[in-house]
């Protein structure tokens, strides 16, 4: 299989352009994030979903939640002191940040909004967000990704229920 991933994306020219230490891995395009997480040799619960959310009119911002871990609503109004909050759809993601659904991180984002990083994240040895586009992942250690992004870390998630086999 042939990789047909640019050589580089926004995100890549933008966290190189900063500065922060990372580690570009490419993988073959993932259908799960268990699948995301074998490919690139972490646990599931280090590969950060990036999450836009609008708090108003053309105000968002990024949430970046671990895998395993689903936002928490109530958790996040508190937070902001906003009390409605939507989620865009694909087209009004992309056109707010620059990248299509499943590719879309903070880094090298058309805007550069506002940034909550789930606390789940801090303690992890390394984490991965996506490097904007299918199969671009970005690896690096949790405080290079909150200081790099000027991330507020704070408690917004809460665990999934586990899948149950019976």
Do not use: C
Not at 49 to 73: K, N, Q, S
């Amino acid at each position: 299989m042939t990789d047909q991933s640019p050589p580089s994306t926004p995100a890549l020219d933008a966290i190189a352009a900063a500065g922060i230490a990372h580690r570009v891995v490419r993988t073959e395009r993932a259908s799960s994030a268990e699948e995301s997480a074998r490919f690139q040799g972490i646990e599931t619960h280090q590969l950060l979903r990036t999450i836009v959310v609008r708090r108003g009119e053309d105000d968002y911002l990024f949430v970046l939640v671990p895998a395993g871990r689903r936002f928490d609503w109530p958790k996040l109004r508190e937070l902001l002191g906003v009390r409605r909050m939507t989620m865009p759809d694909a087209a009004e993601a992309h056109s707010v940040t620059g990248y299509e659904r499943y590719t879309i991180t903070p880094f090298g984002s058309s805007r550069a909004w506002p940034v909550i990083a789930d606390a789940a994240i801090v303690d992890e040895p390394v984490v991965s967000i996506g490097g904007g586009g299918f199969g671009i992942n970005l690896h690096l250690v949790p405080a290079d990704l909150i200081a790099g992004l000027e991330a507020t870390v704070a408690d917004v998630s809460i665990e999934e229920a586990p899948h149950t086999h019976d």
